[in-house]
């Protein structure tokens, strides 16, 4: 009985040595950008934006196509130190002349940070700023700048359409 | 109803009366008779030094291209069942994570006490052992590349991440632990011991590098995230008699 527990007691410890303890739980790591879509007229509430496409200009593949948002995270470069991204929507029927396209720029600077074994490093953004070109669809947009992305529970930035 | 309670007691009393006369029985069993003609029929076994090395690091360093160990082990008996017991090592390992790749490198001692909870028949000199070790270990760890975690469970990584491959290295590095231990060791042949042991240690103390973490300690193992860890031994060893007891 005595050998048969201590035997137990090995194989629980070899067992519990070889086993991957920890998983990466945080999602996301990086921080993302939150975005809110408000309406311009009634500043207070959360308008839907119709057939919603978003795309950066260092990539070939959409964000999103075709959604209908009124809240977005989207994630920064951070091998560069500022994200362009080009947002169509489409209030009427979806034709493609009835496209409206803004573009929408995020600068910032970028430190490291490890956050675990398993997740690895973050990025941290800093010092973010953000701008938007003049006579798109984006009518204005608040805050312009932001310290840091850590709080992920709200929205960084409002835009207003 | 009074007769049966009485009869009762009267029971109880009798019970109790064999129990703790059994108790008597045993223990004078146990401190007259039998050790008794223990000691005079004298069965005696070695006191001594017993030194020998981890035989599974040498083969795990084989095994494995990312690791490299050797450890001496030694023991010294001060009573029947007490040894004050000691390992000293050296370890290389690099950890392979999925967003790093780091190497530690350095050595390491553990200094304890072994208690033999075996009762070994006539002059055999087995053990079935627990034991305590305090462990300190001295390292440097160098974090070879890394990349940083870009991708979120909604978008996958929509943007690329670079490798970053410039080697980022903290010297002088310490960890300090506690460890508990449970093993056994055969007398396979005449002064020569075979033993095996599992250990569960935990940390007290490691010095970090800055921007990183310590995921490995040279006689430790793998730092878990609850800054546990496990190790295991498997040992061929040579006693050095003193003198016979």
């Not at chain 1, 009427?92 to 398993?118: C, P």
């Not at chain 2, 129990?19 to 069965?43: C, M, P, R």
């Amino acid at each position: 009985m005595k050998k048969r527990i201590l035997l137990l007691v090995f194989f629980i410890g070899i067992i519990s040595a070889c086993e991957k303890d920890d998983f990466c739980i945080e999602n996301p790591v990086t921080s993302k950008l939150i975005v809110d879509f408000y309406d311009d007229t009634n500043r207070e509430t959360l308008k839907n934006v119709q057939r919603f496409s978003m795309v950066s200009e260092d990539k070939a593949d959409s964000l999103f196509i075709n959604k209908t948002v009124n809240s977005i995270s989207i994630p920064l470069n951070s091998l560069k130190t500022a994200t362009v991204y080009t947002l169509k929507k489409n209030d009427a029927d979806g034709a493609t002349i009835d496209n409206k396209i803004a573009t929408f720029t995020i600068t910032y600077n970028t430190s490291e940070e490890f956050v675990s074994r398993s997740c690895g490093f973050k990025v941290v953004f800093n010092n973010l700023t953000f701008s938007s070109d003049t006579n798109s669809w984006i009518t204005d947009f608040t805050p312009t700048t932001v310290i840091n992305l850590d709080d992920q529970s709200e929205a960084h930035v409002q835009i207003f359409h | 109803m009074i007769k049966a309670k009485r009869m009762y007691k009267y029971f109880i009393s009798i019970c109790l009366f064999f129990v703790i006369a059994e108790n008597f029985s045993q223990e004078q069993l146990k401190d007259s008779t039998f050790t008794k003609v223990k000691d005079t029929l004298g069965y005696k076994t070695n006191y001594g030094l017993r030194l020998g090395i981890d035989i599974s690091r040498p083969v795990f360093s084989s095994l494995y291209s990312n690791y490299a160990g050797l450890e001496i082990v030694a023991d010294y008996r001060i009573k029947k069942n007490i040894y004050i017991a000691t390992e000293i090592g050296f370890e290389e390992n690099t950890s392979r994570e999925d967003y790093s790749n780091s190497t530690t490198k350095g050595n390491y001692i553990r200094l304890g006490l072994n208690y033999n909870a075996y009762k070994n028949w006539l002059d055999m000199n087995n053990e079935i052992f627990v034991g305590y070790r305090y462990g300190f270990s001295l390292f440097n760890q160098t974090l070879n590349s890394y990349q940083t975690n870009v991708s979120d469970g909604e978008n996958g990584s929509y943007f690329p991440t670079a490798m970053n491959t410039t080697d980022q290295s903290a010297v002088n590095l310490n960890a300090h632990w506690s460890e508990l231990m449970l093993g056994i060791k055969v007398e396979a042949l005449k002064n020569i011991f075979v033993g095996f042991s599992v250990s569960y240690k935990v940390l007290m103390s490691v010095k970090e590098p800055i921007g990183f973490k310590t995921l490995f300690s040279p006689g430790f193992n793998r730092i878990f995230e609850s800054n546990t860890g496990f190790g295991l031994n498997y040992t061929i060893s040579y006693l050095i008699p003193f003198s016979k007891k």
